[in-house]
């Protein structure tokens, strides 16, 4: 009976095992392809540029070995120190970094006090211009409310009519023609120096 019972158990098992097997074998495949495919791609990485002169001075930059009758270099790039100058650089751009100064020979990471300064540098620089721009703003304003106000003097001295005012006494009189037209015209003034 457990001769009977056991090869009852393991024909299941069996057919589990056999899906298994495979996944793991396709998970092994897809493995070792990512591994091919990345060594490939390092081994075109590690390529050399060769920089060749011809006889008139023009550079050429090849994959390919300088032919004989041009002077030949090699060009390499450096991926550990990124800062770092090619030995053979030209002698206008080391003039154009000398004439940058600190923010050119500066080019690796900042530390966090440099940082620290920078942010609040930002900082203020931010808030300056936030409270210009307020500035501005309040003064826009006023130059609209002075406009408006004197349009609508002007506006009540063209209507026309019967306009009063009030002595330092305290006593109200009336304008004449002669006044209005002064008024009006101060008004016109006052406009166009308020809205241009």
Known sequence: ???????????PLKLVMVPLKRITRSI????????????????NAD???????????KIIYSQDPCPANTKSGTVTRRVDRPSA??????????ADKAAKGDAARKTGPKTTAEQEQDFRKRQQDQAKAAKEADQKSAEMQRKE?????????????????????????GERYYLEDAQIEQEKARARSDVAQACN
């Open 47 to 57: 390529a050399q540029v060769h920089k060749c002169i011809d006889a008139n001075g």
């Open 145 to 169: 409310e002075n406009c408006r106000t004197a349009r609508q003097r002007l506006a009540q001295y063209e209507i026309g009519g019967r306009l009063t005012r009030v002595n330092p006494q």
């Open 28 to 43: 092994v495949m897809i493995r070792i392809a990512v591994f091919l495919f990345a060594s490939l791609s390092l081994a």
């Open 85 to 94: 100058a090619p030995a053979a650089a030209p002698a206008a751009e080391s």
């Open 1 to 11: 009976m457990r001769i009977l019972s056991t090869a009852r158990l393991t024909v």
